[in-house]
């Protein structure tokens, strides 16, 4: 069931991510069909298309929050069924379209990750990583006192400190105010600039995939409708 | 006043339950008046309640000078029970029953037979059946709420949940929290219970001992150890149900199976 990706294929040259005939249904109903495409390291691909499409269902299913009903994922050739969920799920952190923060502090929502793996995160990585998303001196805080846009860059600090390699944003400013998403928007920009991080996005903002994708993955019906750049398939 | 006109002792009792009948029938009717929606509730908890309760009453009078070991099927029927019940109102969590029905014997059958091998529960039928029914019946409480109160924590912070896994949590990392809660609001009772005694309430072992002309003293140790006891076979039911519970909730690959309204 759970073949290698490297075995089917000669070359060494494996994709990073290869998502097969990728298929997703519930009670009978078909969410997600058939949805096949590539991603190289570093890529920034957005899924775009219209509210029900079915972009949030494949991006979770990337995360393996939900289980495919047919096809799979490799990561790095190797099928992500045969990959233990949790060290999966630190591979390809998921920032989620609500904050989702835990009550405490920011500094304990950011310690979260690496602690669930029995590491220590010492208070300057904390600060440093905080500082990445604008938000220095904010360890002592109480998540309760947060804004909208504060709370998202701390989710999305706290995703960043299991040192993910690809970035999986779902709707990551749609909850948000006009100025916060600004905020948060230029935050992730500024952050896959110097990380050089691998990013897939999901949005259905079609400033936001121009400002922030190279690629788009276009949904449709629960269905690959089109994969090309940015501006081909935006201007199509 | 009743019993100088009835002399035989079952009919006068059946002249008091329809007595307290008509009174809860009352209450029926306001629930009615106030559209409250539990006039089925009421009639087959009354229903039941009678048939059950009187039934046990029969069967005790029948059985009342058997073997000890008579007590054994008896409280397993109990604990079925008790598990069946259970299962009614948390239908959404997988193996609901078999849960329910590990967390009551381990709770109950271990402290109702630990406590009659050591003597603390008189060893007769009279004494084993009725306190063993107040741990079944503590314990079916307890894990009910436990239950019911775990998943609805959980349906209502889905969004937190796959927030913690998505970050590489463990299923039982990121319940703490919801487990926890739950397991405080299944002991509350109890505890508040242990706190009140004598104070706020005399329950019925105590009240039993006293009515048949006992040391009041020892009434007083004898009721401590019953409401200990049930203490503990509470403990130790919700404290198995969860550990087995925590699981249920879960697929192999770590996916939160409970669909939240913020899921759907």
Not at chain 1, 147 to 152: M, R
Not at chain 2, 33 to 40: A, I, Y
Not at chain 2, 186 to 208: D, K, T
Not at chain 2, 227 to 248: A, E, N
């Amino acid at each position: 069931m759970s073949e290698n990706y490297v075995s089917k294929n000669s070359s060494n040259s494996h994709p990073f991510l290869c998502v097969e005939n990728l298929g997703y249904q519930i009670d009978e109903i078909k969410l997600l069909s058939d949805i096949s495409f590539e991603i190289s390291a570093g890529e920034r691909v957005a899924i775009f298309g219209p509210s029900g499409a079915g972009k949030s269902t494949l991006i979770r299913l990337l995360n393996r929050l939900d289980e495919p009903s047919d096809g799979t994922v490799y990561l790095e050739g190797q099928d992500y069924r045969q990959i233990p969920p949790r060290k999966l799920r630190r591979r390809l952190g998921m920032v989620m379209q609500q904050p989702n923060l835990f009550p405490g502090t920011v500094g304990e929502n950011i310690r979260f990750g690496p602690q669930a793996q029995g590491k220590l995160l010492e208070d300057e990585k904390i600060e440093a990583l905080l500082s990445s998303v604008d938000l220095e001196g904010f360890a002592d805080r109480e998540v309760s006192k947060l804004s909208g846009g504060e709370a998202q860059r701390v989710n999305l600090a706290r995703t960043l400190a299991n040192q993910p390699e690809v970035l999986l944003l779902d709707e990551p400013t749609s909850s948000l105010d006009q100025d916060s998403r600004q905020e948060v928007e230029q935050t992730i920009m500024a952050i896959l600039q110097s990380r050089g991080v691998t990013c897939i996005l999901v949005s259905h903002d079609r400033d936001q995939v121009q400002r922030l994708s190279d690629r788009v993955l276009l949904l449709e019906d629960g269905r690959l409708k089109a994969d090309g750049s940015t501006r081909e398939i935006l201007n199509a | 006043m009743l019993s100088q006109w009835i002399e035989n002792q079952v009919l006068l009792g059946a002249a008091q339950a329809a007595i307290t009948l008509l009174a809860a029938l009352l209450v029926m009717v306001l629930t009615i008046r106030l559209n409250l929606g539990l006039k089925k509730d009421i009639l087959i908890g009354l229903g039941r309640g009678l048939v059950q309760i009187v039934g046990v009453g029969f069967l005790l009078t029948i059985i009342f000078s058997a073997d000890l070991w008579v007590s054994l099927p008896i409280i397993l029927a109990m604990i079925t029970a008790a598990g069946f019940i259970t299962v009614q109102r948390i239908k959404a969590i997988p193996n609901a029953l078999w849960i329910s029905l590990a967390g009551i014997t381990a709770g109950a059958g271990s402290v109702i037979l630990i406590m009659t091998l050591l003597g603390v529960i008189r060893q007769d039928l009279t004494s084993v059946i009725p306190i063993g029914s107040m741990m079944v019946y503590g314990a079916m409480n307890a894990n009910t709420l436990m239950l019911e109160r775990f998943f609805s924590e959980l349906a209502s912070h889905a969004g937190q949940v796959e927030a913690g896994l998505a970050l590489g949590a463990s299923p039982e990392q990121v319940v703490v929290p919801y487990a926890r809660r739950a397991v405080t609001a299944a002991l509350i009772p109890r505890i508040n219970g242990l706190q009140s005694l004598g104070i706020v309430w005399i329950p019925g072992a105590m009240s039993g001992m006293l009515l048949s002309g006992e040391n009041p003293a020892y009434a007083g140790f004898y009721q401590f150890v019953v409401s200990g006891s049930i203490f503990v076979t509470v403990g130790i039911t919700v404290l198995i149900s969860i550990v087995l519970v925590r699981k249920q909730v879960f697929s192999p690959a770590e996916q939160l199976l409970i669909r939240s309204e913020e899921k759907a």
